[in-house]
């Protein structure tokens, strides 16, 4: 493993213990056991270290929507992937990384690596609005809510997990999923 | 209109318009028109002046939901209520605040205002998790969810607006409790 990928993968080790807004530089530099300095060799800061963390796996949610979107599955059965492949490509680790990412855009994007994660993001979102209206036009949902409000609601359920969720307390994240699927579903079904 | 309350209004201003994290000590001197140095003689710093202007709206939370659970109406109105509740007391604007002080609450807290803080959320926490259970005691909710994590998503929900609600765009409060609740609503509501 080159000391890159050293860095990014104690990066994430330190940033799980101690929390993101807790970690400092130092504090990864001491991870890896190099100078703070060696750090920005590398990077330019903790923000281009969260970046690069958090990109794959925006990639993966990006990829798993898509494929739930072309999938011949009913609505029903799209809406419960779908918040399976939010909760799983961002389990709590990666969301509370992406969550805080999103508290502080304003960094230097030096190599355009934001822009594409913000592009994910957008088209991330869009997707998600479209899950819903797809739904809406097919009647497995009903169709007096708005698709993107919807949409927001059920993304803010997921991504609060980034505040609360201990994987060493008893809910496990398939609970999560099924209870947060029923919940939502329900919600926006059609009454017979 | 004393120096510290001025303080506490133009931050408000300041925090709102540029953001929490965006924000520094300096702004807030420029906003009032006084040194840097003279903030610290009122406050030990950003934190303390956001404890200071989210702790009101934290008890209107509080008493808020208080007087929901004492009430006479059903469940599912309730509901709806506390969903109400949440997002008037604590507007956008406020949200964003208690939100960005949820991220680092580990300055020091010289005169128990942050514990004061963290005991409002917890029993507020609480209110809504027994909010849940009630309903699903006297039939109003459907009861094979957790009550708790019900609580958690709806919350969640709710808190999530501080990422993206614009009150300059289309969506009105009033549309976003009403889609909220009919969205939950529905999902804890027993089917007959």
Not at 44 to 73: C, M, Q, Y
């Amino acid at each position: 493993m080159g000391r890159r990928n050293e860095i990014l993968q104690r990066a994430t080790e330190v940033f799980e213990r101690k929390g993101v807004t807790q970690t400092s530089i130092e504090d990864i530099a001491q991870a890896v056991g190099i100078k703070r300095e060696a750090i920005y060799y590398y990077f330019r800061g903790r923000h281009d270290i969260l970046l690069e963390i958090i990109l794959p796996s925006s990639k993966e949610l990006l990829t798993g929507i898509e494929a739930i979107r072309d999938s011949d599955t009913p609505g029903a059965e799209k809406l419960k992937d779908a918040v399976r492949n939010h909760l799983l490509a961002y389990d709590p680790r990666y969301l509370e990384m992406s969550v805080a990412l999103r508290e502080d855009l304003f960094f230097s994007d030096g190599d355009g690596k934001l822009r594409e994660l913000q592009d994910i993001w957008h088209r991330y979102g869009d997707l998600w609005a479209e899950l819903i209206e797809d739904g809406q036009m097919t009647g497995a949902f009903r169709s007096d809510l708005d698709a993107k409000l919807v949409s927001y609601a059920i993304l803010g359920m997921c991504n609060w997990l980034s505040r609360w969720f201990d994987p060493k307390k008893d809910l496990s994240l398939d609970e999560i999923i099924d209870t947060y699927f029923k919940l939502t579903f329900e919600g926006i079904q059609p009454r017979g």
